[in-house]
C-alpha cells in the first residue's frame, strides 16, 4: 500500500508536509514528487505510469494559481486524486476553483486550501475500505480525538 503525493513546485513543499504527517501517523507508506504538468508533462506522465505498476492506490496533488496539476493527474489516470488548493495569488481561491471545478467523469476531491493534512486524512480514510489495520487504526483516531476533545473543553471556556 503507497500514496504518491504530487506538487508543481518546491515553494510548496511546507504546505505539503501535512500530508507527509498524517500519511506518517497511519504508517502509509508515501513517496513525493515535485513535477508540472506545463514545464515537465512528459515527465509526469511517465511518472504516473510507474506509480500505477507498483500498486500505489491513491495520489494527493498541490497546486496554487491556475492549479492545473491535480486535474492533469485525474486525467491521466483511474487512481483517485485528492487535491489541495495551494494559496498564491488571489489568497487562493482561483487554486481552490480550478482544482473543484474539473469537467464531468474526471473528479478530483478537493479540500480546503493550503489543508493538505486533511487531503491525507481523506486518503486515510479511502484505504480503510481496503485495508482492516489502517480501518482499526483510523477508529482509534477518532475516539482519541473525540475524547481529547471533551477533556480540553469539559471545564467550559475563559473570555
Known amino acids: ?29 508515501f513517496e513525493a514528487h515535485v513535477l508540472s504538468a506545463h514545464r515537465v508533462p512528459e ?11 507498483e500498486d500505489t492506490q491513491a495520489i494527493i496533488a498541490g497546486a496554487g494559481l491556475a492549479a492545473h496539476l491535480p486535474g492533469v493527474i485525474a486525467s491521466k489516470t483511474i487512481l483517485p486524486v485528492v487535491g489541495v488548493p495551494i494559496r498564491a495569488a488571489l489568497d487562493g ?12 467523469s474526471i473528479p478530483v476531491a478537493t479540500v480546503g486550501i493550503n489543508n493538505s493534512y486533511n487531503a491525507g486524512m481523506l486518503v486515510v480514510q ?10 482499526e487504526k483510523l477508529v482509534k483516531f477518532r475516539e482519541n480525538m473525540k475524547k481529547n476533545f471533551i477533556i480540553d473543553n469539559e471545564n467550559g471556556v475563559e473570555l
Open 126 to 135: 479511502i484505504l480503510a475500505l481496503k485495508y482492516p489495520e489502517v480501518q
Open 43 to 53: 515527465k509526469l506522465v511517465e511518472t504516473l505510469k510507474r506509480l500505477e505498476m
Open 93 to 104: 481561491m482561483d487554486a481552490l476553483l480550478s482544482i473543484v471545478q474539473m469537467p464531468k
Open 1 to 29: 500500500m503507497k500514496v504518491a503525493i504530487i506538487f508543481g513546485s518546491k515553494s510548496d513543499t511546507d504546505v505539503m508536509k501535512g500530508a507527509a504527517n498524517c500519511l506518517r501517523e497511519f504508517g502509509i507508506e
